[in-house]
């Protein structure tokens, strides 16, 4: 078991261009996350899919980003026209199940808007 | 608002000293709260979780935690510390399929 792979493990973007970040969870969990880690912020939660659907984006900044699930094996997050406060470590985790699971998380993509 | 909380943003002790981590929550009915470590570079890592029944939890490479319901609290303890703790700690509470998370305590080992 490789754990959550996240993919690349550094991007670096100008101002105003797209960045698509990428997930593996582990093999036969149903439910992956998406944060944001700032040292400001913190952690915070973006979204929820569960069995590869949409469940909860409350935390998606709504006009520039996006996320999909469109198969078990790989979820992805795109920032369009990203902005140097997007700077940050998107995590993504996986459980085996949604409701009081454990969460097993990535290593993180750190995204830098130059 | 249902949160965790915690109040030390670092914490520094002595290699083999003890160790303890504060964190206080903030949730309607019974909890169910979760200990996270971060290393460098790293995702987190559980090192515990807590749900309703015992309320001292024991977690990996020595680690434990209390759970009080009259204190509001969840902290994290270790007996004795190692080099190899130097990492950021995080308490976490489970919003039903979502965890909302502490600000983290930094926690630097003294060799």
Known sequence: NAGVIQTPRHKVTGKGQEATLWCEPISGHSAVFWYRQTI??????????????????????????SAQMPNQSHSTLKIQSTQPQDSAVYLCASSLRASQNTLYFGAGTRLSVL | AQSVTQPDARVTVSEGASL???CKYSYFGTPYLFWYVQYPRQGLQLLLKYYPGDPVVQGVNGFEAEFSKSNSSFHLRKASVHWSDWAVYFCAVDMGYKLTFGTGTSLLVDP
Do not use: C, H, W
């Open chain 1, 40 to 65: 400001v912020q913190g952690l915070e939660f973006l979204t929820y899919f569960r069995n590869q659907a949409p469940i909860d984006d409350s935390g998606m900044p709504k006009e520039r980003f």
């Open chain 2, 20 to 22: 303890q981590l504060r």
